[in-house]
């Protein structure tokens, strides 16, 4: 199995970095075990099939691998396992809004106290999630992570959040699920905040998007309409309306990206000049990423009743060799 990502020593997890209830399903489990990468708790799997790396913190996922092969998802060299803080890099889940709080519409402006002040991408990528359902068998993983600490002080509405990765030789999957449990509707943004490996962005372009209209945010949130591929010759930050699977094709990888319960994919690098001011970035990292993010933004926010659920959901597949 090829290395994987650089982090820092790991060690086995405290008691107190996981709770009883997740002890005592790690307690006999084949393939999986609870580590400590500086300040941040990990879970490792490692099925004979494939491998993963998904931290406690923001349900994040880092590593994912079908044996022999390298990471599907793009880490940070510069990645920084802190409390409070996201890693640059993996999957990081952007609950209960997506983007500055300030620039999201109206209807989910109005459950957040102060969205001037509140933080980018909501708060739960920097919550500690809790183990509560592990599936293992001879062909996949299922992991379910439950966030019970969903309130915040800038934050009115009483949603749960839970978080289900399902992990195969071939495949993997991500389902966010909210549920609406107060007594009054809820309107919300979104995002599966996904980084993906490239041995040069330039060389990368993504498929599917064809005829499809996009929000370019760095012209003025202006309309446009996508002729041909995606290909990154600069900075890229626009939200498309995705109604298709996508293929994203790159000189490392092909993938195939599904998705559910979403309308729209935010595609987004930095490009030369705005990645010398990222935190957790190499100047040069620009060259060697890209994102493709399953999202419920801009207009396609959701609104819950009370009581109602809603799942954004993404699956990642292998084109094989191109």
Known sequence: MPSLSSHPVTTAASAASVSSAASRLLAHSPFVKAVQRDELTCLEIRHPQFSADLLLQGAQLIHYAPEGENNWLWLSEQAEYKQGQSLRGGIPLCWPWFGSAAMNPAAVKATITNPEQAPAHGFARARQWQLSDLYEACDRVEITLTLNDHQHPQWSAQLNAEAQFIFRADSLAVNLISQNNGTEPVCFSQALHTYFPTDDVRATQVLGFEGERYIETLEGWCEKTQQGPVRFNGETDRIYDATRPLRLISPQQRLLLQSCGSASAVVWNPYIEKSLRLSQFAADAWMRMFCVE?????????????????????QLSSLGQG
């Open 294 to 314: 399953t999202a419920n933004a801009f207009a396609d926010i959701i609104t819950l009743a009370a009581g109602e659920k809603h799942c954004l959901g993404l």
